[in-house]
Protein backbone atom coordinates (compact mmCIF):
# COMPACT_ATOMS: atom_id res chain seq x y z
CA UNK A 1 0.00 0.00 0.00
CA UNK A 2 1.56 3.56 -1.06
CA UNK A 3 2.51 5.82 1.90
CA UNK A 4 2.60 2.24 4.38
CA UNK A 5 6.50 1.35 5.39
CA UNK A 6 7.79 -1.62 7.25
CA UNK A 7 10.60 -2.06 8.87
CA UNK A 8 12.35 -5.46 10.41
CA UNK A 9 13.28 -5.42 13.90
CA UNK A 10 15.32 -8.19 15.29
CA UNK A 11 12.99 -10.36 17.63
CA UNK A 12 14.89 -9.07 20.61
CA UNK A 13 14.39 -5.47 19.91
CA UNK A 14 16.88 -2.44 20.56
CA UNK A 15 19.28 -2.49 23.90
CA UNK A 16 17.40 -0.52 26.64
CA UNK A 17 18.37 0.77 29.58
CA UNK A 18 20.11 -1.75 31.79
CA UNK A 19 20.82 -4.17 29.60
CA UNK A 20 24.05 -6.00 29.47
CA UNK A 21 25.31 -6.50 25.72
CA UNK A 22 28.28 -7.94 24.09
CA UNK A 23 30.66 -5.73 21.87
CA UNK A 24 33.73 -4.99 20.17
CA UNK A 25 34.94 -1.66 20.20
CA UNK A 26 35.89 -0.61 16.22
CA UNK A 27 37.51 2.86 16.57
CA UNK A 28 37.35 6.09 19.00
CA UNK A 29 35.25 9.17 18.07
CA UNK A 30 35.23 12.28 19.59
CA UNK A 31 34.78 13.02 22.56
CA UNK A 32 37.12 9.91 24.46
CA UNK A 33 34.11 6.97 23.66
CA UNK A 34 34.24 3.97 21.65
CA UNK A 35 32.02 3.26 19.05
CA UNK A 36 30.75 -0.13 18.29
CA UNK A 37 27.52 -2.18 17.06
CA UNK A 38 25.06 -4.04 18.94
CA UNK A 39 24.24 -7.40 17.31
CA UNK A 40 20.55 -5.51 15.50
CA UNK A 41 23.50 -3.55 13.73
CA UNK A 42 22.89 -0.31 15.98
CA UNK A 43 25.88 1.93 17.23
CA UNK A 44 26.50 1.76 20.16
CA UNK A 45 28.86 4.48 22.41
CA UNK A 46 31.50 2.70 25.22
CA UNK A 47 32.83 4.64 28.17
CA UNK A 48 35.87 2.91 29.28
CA UNK A 49 37.06 1.06 26.40
CA UNK A 50 39.59 0.86 23.93
CA UNK A 51 39.52 -0.52 20.12
CA UNK A 52 39.94 -4.10 19.46
CA UNK A 53 38.34 -4.61 23.16
CA UNK A 54 36.22 -7.63 23.82
CA UNK A 55 33.70 -6.75 26.48
CA UNK A 56 30.62 -6.91 27.86
CA UNK A 57 29.08 -3.33 28.66
CA UNK A 58 25.62 -2.04 30.48
CA UNK A 59 23.57 0.02 28.53
CA UNK A 60 22.64 3.37 30.28
CA UNK A 61 20.96 5.56 27.69
CA UNK A 62 19.07 4.20 24.97
CA UNK A 63 17.48 5.95 21.98
CA UNK A 64 16.18 4.98 19.07
CA UNK A 65 19.11 4.23 16.54
CA UNK A 66 21.49 4.23 19.08
CA UNK A 67 22.84 3.97 22.50
CA UNK A 68 25.25 4.67 25.15
CA UNK A 69 26.94 1.74 27.82
CA UNK A 70 29.77 1.22 30.05
CA UNK A 71 31.76 -0.93 30.32
CA UNK A 72 31.14 -3.55 32.72
CA UNK A 73 33.52 -6.50 32.06
CA UNK A 74 36.38 -6.76 29.43
CA UNK A 75 36.80 -10.38 27.95
CA UNK A 76 40.04 -9.66 25.77
CA UNK A 77 41.81 -6.28 26.05
CA UNK A 78 42.39 -4.87 22.54
CA UNK A 79 46.19 -4.25 21.21
CA UNK A 80 45.94 -0.68 22.42
CA UNK A 81 44.99 -1.64 26.05
CA UNK A 82 47.50 -1.14 29.04
CA UNK A 83 47.05 -1.31 32.95
CA UNK A 84 46.97 2.46 33.50
CA UNK A 85 49.86 3.21 36.16
CA UNK A 86 48.51 6.03 37.63
CA UNK A 87 47.38 5.12 41.52
CA UNK A 88 44.71 7.93 41.32
CA UNK A 89 43.52 6.60 38.07
CA UNK A 90 43.18 2.82 39.16
CA UNK A 91 41.33 4.25 42.50
CA UNK A 92 38.61 5.79 40.00
CA UNK A 93 39.47 9.46 39.37
CA UNK A 94 38.26 10.36 36.10
CA UNK A 95 40.81 13.24 34.64
CA UNK A 96 42.59 10.89 32.52
CA UNK A 97 39.78 9.01 31.27
CA UNK A 98 42.24 7.47 28.22
CA UNK A 99 45.13 6.39 31.07
CA UNK A 100 44.23 2.63 29.45
CA UNK A 101 45.40 4.08 25.98
CA UNK A 102 49.21 2.88 25.04
CA UNK A 103 50.97 6.33 24.38
CA UNK A 104 52.71 5.22 20.98
CA UNK A 105 48.75 4.07 20.42
CA UNK A 106 47.25 7.37 21.42
CA UNK A 107 48.12 10.04 18.89
CA UNK A 108 47.13 7.72 15.92
CA UNK A 109 43.43 7.65 17.44
CA UNK A 110 43.28 11.42 18.69
CA UNK A 111 44.81 11.81 14.65
CA UNK A 112 41.81 9.63 13.48
CA UNK A 113 38.99 11.59 15.56
CA UNK A 114 40.26 14.63 13.94
CA UNK A 115 39.85 13.48 10.17
CA UNK A 116 36.74 11.64 11.17
CA UNK A 117 35.24 14.92 12.51
CA UNK A 118 36.47 17.18 9.54
CA UNK A 119 34.85 14.15 7.19
CA UNK A 120 31.71 13.90 8.76
CA UNK A 121 30.87 17.26 9.91
CA UNK A 122 32.21 19.68 7.50
CA UNK A 123 32.37 17.00 4.43
CA UNK A 124 36.45 17.55 3.90
CA UNK A 125 38.77 14.83 3.04
CA UNK A 126 41.72 16.34 4.78
CA UNK A 127 44.92 14.22 5.76
CA UNK A 128 45.96 15.40 9.83
CA UNK A 129 49.35 15.75 11.15
CA UNK A 130 50.59 14.53 13.73
CA UNK A 131 51.96 17.62 15.86
CA UNK A 132 53.47 15.90 18.57
CA UNK A 133 52.94 15.46 22.48
CA UNK A 134 53.95 17.20 25.86
CA UNK A 135 55.77 14.64 28.38
CA UNK A 136 53.33 11.78 29.57
CA UNK A 137 53.93 12.88 33.41
CA UNK A 138 54.55 15.83 35.21
CA UNK A 139 53.10 18.40 33.01
CA UNK A 140 50.00 20.15 34.77
CA UNK A 141 51.01 23.10 36.02
CA UNK A 142 46.98 24.13 37.25
CA UNK A 143 44.82 22.00 38.88
CA UNK A 144 41.25 22.34 40.24
CA UNK A 145 40.77 20.05 43.38
CA UNK A 146 38.19 19.50 45.80
CA UNK A 147 38.28 18.80 49.48
CA UNK A 148 37.61 14.90 50.53
CA UNK A 149 35.40 14.17 53.25
CA UNK A 150 38.26 14.74 56.05
CA UNK A 151 39.25 17.73 54.41
CA UNK A 152 42.04 16.51 51.91
CA UNK A 153 42.64 17.22 48.65
CA UNK A 154 41.07 15.52 46.40
CA UNK A 155 40.42 14.61 42.33
CA UNK A 156 36.73 13.57 40.96
CA UNK A 157 35.82 10.07 40.27
CA UNK A 158 34.91 9.58 36.78
CA UNK A 159 31.42 10.35 35.82
CA UNK A 160 30.57 11.25 39.80
CA UNK A 161 31.45 14.33 42.14
CA UNK A 162 32.78 11.54 44.58
CA UNK A 163 36.23 12.62 45.72
CA UNK A 164 39.32 10.85 45.01
CA UNK A 165 42.93 10.80 46.23
CA UNK A 166 45.07 13.30 44.16
CA UNK A 167 47.62 11.10 45.82
CA UNK A 168 49.64 9.61 43.38
CA UNK A 169 48.65 11.95 40.51
CA UNK A 170 50.98 10.98 37.11
CA UNK A 171 50.23 14.36 35.24
CA UNK A 172 50.63 16.88 38.21
CA UNK A 173 53.62 18.63 38.24
CA UNK A 174 55.94 18.03 41.27
CA UNK A 175 55.87 21.38 43.09
CA UNK A 176 51.89 21.05 42.47
CA UNK A 177 51.87 17.77 44.06
CA UNK A 178 54.12 19.36 46.94
CA UNK A 179 52.18 22.34 47.14
CA UNK A 180 48.73 20.25 47.79
CA UNK A 181 50.25 17.75 50.26
CA UNK A 182 49.93 19.96 53.45
CA UNK A 183 46.44 21.45 52.68
CA UNK A 184 43.12 21.07 53.66
CA UNK A 185 39.90 22.11 51.72
CA UNK A 186 36.13 21.97 53.33
CA UNK A 187 34.80 18.98 51.96
CA UNK A 188 33.25 19.86 48.77
CA UNK A 189 34.93 23.25 48.28
CA UNK A 190 36.62 23.75 45.17
CA UNK A 191 40.30 25.13 44.80
CA UNK A 192 42.08 25.85 41.90
CA UNK A 193 45.88 25.95 42.53
CA UNK A 194 48.94 26.91 40.09
CA UNK A 195 52.43 26.40 39.99
CA UNK A 196 55.16 27.84 38.39
CA UNK A 197 57.68 25.65 36.44
CA UNK A 198 60.06 28.54 36.35
CA UNK A 199 60.18 29.85 40.08
CA UNK A 200 57.80 27.56 42.22
CA UNK A 201 55.49 30.43 42.43
CA UNK A 202 52.31 29.79 43.75
CA UNK A 203 48.64 30.99 43.57
CA UNK A 204 45.50 29.00 44.88
CA UNK A 205 41.90 30.61 44.54
CA UNK A 206 38.71 29.65 45.58
CA UNK A 207 34.95 30.66 46.75
CA UNK A 208 35.60 31.90 50.02
CA UNK A 209 31.80 32.14 50.87
CA UNK A 210 31.74 28.48 50.28
CA UNK A 211 34.48 27.24 52.91
CA UNK A 212 38.44 27.68 53.62
CA UNK A 213 42.24 26.43 52.96
CA UNK A 214 44.25 25.79 55.13
CA UNK A 215 47.76 24.26 55.05
CA UNK A 216 49.40 26.15 52.13
CA UNK A 217 52.37 27.64 52.03
CA UNK A 218 53.31 31.09 53.66
CA UNK A 219 54.36 32.20 50.03
CA UNK A 220 51.42 30.82 48.22
CA UNK A 221 49.61 34.21 47.16
CA UNK A 222 45.91 33.70 47.27
CA UNK A 223 42.70 35.07 45.06
CA UNK A 224 41.81 35.69 41.61
CA UNK A 225 44.20 38.71 41.47
CA UNK A 226 47.15 37.16 42.66
CA UNK A 227 49.75 35.63 39.81
CA UNK A 228 52.35 33.81 39.27
CA UNK A 229 55.36 34.41 36.19
CA UNK A 230 55.75 31.57 34.22
CA UNK A 231 58.66 31.16 31.31
CA UNK A 232 57.98 29.30 28.23
CA UNK A 233 60.09 28.64 24.89
CA UNK A 234 59.11 30.35 21.87
CA UNK A 235 60.94 30.73 18.81
CA UNK A 236 62.35 33.87 19.38
CA UNK A 237 63.34 32.67 22.72
CA UNK A 238 62.49 32.78 26.46
CA UNK A 239 58.89 34.23 26.91
CA UNK A 240 57.82 35.65 30.46
CA UNK A 241 54.41 35.99 31.46
CA UNK A 242 52.63 37.13 33.89
CA UNK A 243 49.83 35.16 35.22
CA UNK A 244 47.23 35.67 37.62
CA UNK A 245 45.30 33.05 39.46
CA UNK A 246 41.81 34.23 37.27
CA UNK A 247 43.18 34.08 34.36
CA UNK A 248 42.84 30.76 31.63
CA UNK A 249 46.85 29.26 30.99
CA UNK A 250 47.60 26.07 29.15
CA UNK A 251 48.19 22.56 30.83
CA UNK A 252 51.71 23.77 31.62
CA UNK A 253 54.76 25.72 29.83
CA UNK A 254 55.83 22.69 27.99
CA UNK A 255 51.75 22.77 26.22
CA UNK A 256 51.99 26.38 25.71
CA UNK A 257 55.84 26.44 24.06
CA UNK A 258 54.76 23.37 21.68
CA UNK A 259 51.82 25.21 20.64
CA UNK A 260 53.96 28.08 19.69
CA UNK A 261 55.67 26.20 17.98
CA UNK A 262 53.24 24.50 16.12
CA UNK A 263 51.74 27.52 15.18
CA UNK A 264 54.49 29.36 14.15
CA UNK A 265 54.99 26.49 11.47
CA UNK A 266 51.73 26.54 9.80
CA UNK A 267 51.63 30.20 10.27
CA UNK A 268 54.90 31.40 9.49
CA UNK A 269 53.54 35.09 7.78
CA UNK A 270 53.73 36.37 11.66
CA UNK A 271 57.34 36.72 11.08
CA UNK A 272 58.08 40.33 10.26
CA UNK A 273 54.29 41.02 10.01
CA UNK A 274 52.87 44.70 9.62
CA UNK A 275 49.47 44.42 11.74
CA UNK A 276 48.97 40.71 13.67
CA UNK A 277 45.71 40.16 15.79
CA UNK A 278 45.22 37.67 18.56
CA UNK A 279 41.50 37.36 19.12
CA UNK A 280 40.98 35.19 22.45
CA UNK A 281 44.52 36.02 23.30
CA UNK A 282 43.89 35.88 26.93
CA UNK A 283 47.54 36.36 28.34
CA UNK A 284 49.39 37.60 24.88
CA UNK A 285 50.93 34.15 25.28
CA UNK A 286 50.35 33.26 21.18
CA UNK A 287 50.88 37.58 20.67
CA UNK A 288 53.94 37.12 22.44
CA UNK A 289 55.30 34.29 21.09
CA UNK A 290 54.67 34.83 17.64
CA UNK A 291 54.44 38.65 17.10
CA UNK A 292 57.92 40.23 18.24
CA UNK A 293 59.11 41.36 15.21
CA UNK A 294 54.99 42.86 14.40
CA UNK A 295 55.26 46.53 14.07
CA UNK A 296 51.10 46.80 15.40
CA UNK A 297 50.05 43.97 17.67
CA UNK A 298 46.61 43.90 18.61
CA UNK A 299 45.06 41.17 21.38
CA UNK A 300 41.24 40.66 22.18
CA UNK A 301 40.31 39.11 24.59
CA UNK A 302 36.74 39.08 27.15
CA UNK A 303 38.62 38.42 30.53
CA UNK A 304 39.68 41.58 32.44
CA UNK A 305 42.31 39.25 34.28
CA UNK A 306 43.97 38.25 31.11
CA UNK A 307 43.84 41.37 29.50
CA UNK A 308 45.32 42.91 32.43
CA UNK A 309 48.43 40.37 32.46
CA UNK A 310 48.51 40.99 28.78
CA UNK A 311 49.29 44.66 29.15
CA UNK A 312 52.38 43.38 31.66
CA UNK A 313 53.51 40.72 29.56
CA UNK A 314 53.74 41.94 25.94
CA UNK A 315 55.97 45.32 26.40
CA UNK A 316 58.33 43.24 27.83
CA UNK A 317 58.80 41.39 24.32
CA UNK A 318 62.51 42.24 23.27
CA UNK A 319 61.98 44.46 21.16
CA UNK A 320 57.93 45.30 21.90
CA UNK A 321 56.22 46.04 18.51
CA UNK A 322 55.95 49.53 18.12
CA UNK A 323 52.14 49.52 18.72
CA UNK A 324 50.39 47.33 21.06
CA UNK A 325 46.78 47.64 21.55
CA UNK A 326 45.08 45.54 24.05
CA UNK A 327 41.34 45.00 24.03
CA UNK A 328 38.70 44.25 26.99
CA UNK A 329 35.37 42.43 24.72
CA UNK A 330 33.99 40.04 23.68
CA UNK A 331 35.31 39.35 20.09
CA UNK A 332 32.24 38.75 18.00
CA UNK A 333 31.13 42.53 19.50
CA UNK A 334 34.49 44.30 18.95
CA UNK A 335 35.71 46.37 15.81
CA UNK A 336 38.80 47.45 14.77
CA UNK A 337 39.08 51.26 14.83
CA UNK A 338 38.80 53.09 11.49
CA UNK A 339 42.60 54.53 11.49
CA UNK A 340 43.88 49.94 11.96
CA UNK A 341 45.31 48.80 9.04
CA UNK A 342 43.99 45.52 7.86
CA UNK A 343 46.06 42.82 9.33
CA UNK A 344 48.17 40.26 7.39
CA UNK A 345 47.62 37.76 10.21
CA UNK A 346 44.83 36.72 12.50
CA UNK A 347 45.78 33.94 15.12
CA UNK A 348 42.59 32.75 17.59
CA UNK A 349 42.03 30.24 20.44
CA UNK A 350 38.42 30.70 21.50
CA UNK A 351 37.17 28.26 23.89
CA UNK A 352 35.81 24.82 23.52
CA UNK A 353 32.77 26.05 22.11
CA UNK A 354 34.89 27.37 19.14
CA UNK A 355 34.76 30.65 17.07
CA UNK A 356 31.31 30.36 16.09
CA UNK A 357 29.16 32.38 13.73
CA UNK A 358 30.47 35.56 16.10
CA UNK A 359 34.00 35.15 15.30
CA UNK A 360 33.97 34.01 12.34
CA UNK A 361 32.24 37.04 11.53
CA UNK A 362 35.10 39.20 13.70
CA UNK A 363 37.84 37.29 11.28
CA UNK A 364 35.29 37.78 8.37
CA UNK A 365 35.58 41.57 8.97
CA UNK A 366 39.46 41.66 9.42
CA UNK A 367 39.80 39.77 6.01
CA UNK A 368 43.30 38.62 6.98
CA UNK A 369 45.41 37.24 4.21
CA UNK A 370 45.85 33.93 6.63
CA UNK A 371 43.94 32.72 9.74
CA UNK A 372 45.69 30.48 12.36
CA UNK A 373 43.12 28.72 13.96
CA UNK A 374 43.49 26.52 18.03
CA UNK A 375 41.19 24.68 18.47
CA UNK A 376 40.27 22.33 21.12
CA UNK A 377 37.49 20.25 20.37
CA UNK A 378 37.51 18.71 16.92
CA UNK A 379 33.91 18.85 16.11
CA UNK A 380 34.03 22.39 16.79
CA UNK A 381 36.65 23.16 14.99
CA UNK A 382 35.15 20.81 11.82
CA UNK A 383 31.99 23.12 12.32
CA UNK A 384 33.83 26.04 12.42
CA UNK A 385 35.76 24.79 9.18
CA UNK A 386 32.55 24.76 7.56
CA UNK A 387 31.51 28.29 8.56
CA UNK A 388 34.72 30.02 7.52
CA UNK A 389 34.37 27.93 4.20
CA UNK A 390 31.33 29.93 3.58
CA UNK A 391 33.50 33.25 4.69
CA UNK A 392 35.91 32.50 1.84
CA UNK A 393 38.74 30.85 3.71
CA UNK A 394 40.06 27.86 2.30
CA UNK A 395 41.73 25.11 5.11
CA UNK A 396 45.16 24.60 3.67
CA UNK A 397 46.51 22.01 6.61
CA UNK A 398 45.67 21.00 9.94
CA UNK A 399 47.79 19.79 12.96
CA UNK A 400 46.84 17.62 15.77
CA UNK A 401 48.84 18.36 19.26
CA UNK A 402 48.21 16.10 22.58
CA UNK A 403 48.83 18.71 25.25
CA UNK A 404 46.29 16.36 27.39
CA UNK A 405 48.14 12.67 27.03
CA UNK A 406 46.03 10.00 29.15
CA UNK A 407 43.10 12.17 28.67
CA UNK A 408 41.25 12.32 24.92
CA UNK A 409 41.44 15.55 24.88
CA UNK A 410 42.98 17.11 21.23
CA UNK A 411 44.48 20.14 20.27
CA UNK A 412 44.25 21.43 16.47
CA UNK A 413 46.29 24.00 14.66
CA UNK A 414 44.83 24.95 11.64
CA UNK A 415 45.70 27.33 8.33
CA UNK A 416 43.09 29.06 6.61
CA UNK A 417 43.81 31.00 3.59
CA UNK A 418 41.42 33.70 2.24
CA UNK A 419 39.75 33.10 -1.12
CA UNK A 420 38.46 36.57 -1.89
Known amino acids: MAGVYHRWMPPDGPPAVGDEVELAPERFVAGGETLARSADGRIVFVRGAVPGDHLRATVIDARRDWSRASLSELIAGGPDRIEASCRARRAGCGGCDWAEVADLAAMSHKVGIVEEALRRTARMDVDVVDGGTVARTGYRTTMRLIGD ?11 SNSPVSVAGCEVAHPLLLALVDGMRITPGLEVTVRVSAANAGSTARWDRRAGEVSGLPAETLIGRDAAIEEVVASPTGPLRLRVSA ?37 VGLLAGGLGSSARRLTVVESSRSATADALVNLPRLDPPPAEIDVVTSEVGAWRASSDAPRPDVVIADPARSGLGRPGVAAVERLRPAVLGLVSCDPVSMARDAVLLAEAGFRLEAAIALDLFPGSHHVEVVSRFVSGR
Do not use: K, N
Not at 149 to 159: C, F, I, K, S
Not at 251 to 277: D, F, K, N, Q
Open 149 to 159: EEGRPALRMEA
Open 246 to 282: GSFFQSGPEAAGLLIETLARAVPECVGAEHLVDLYGG
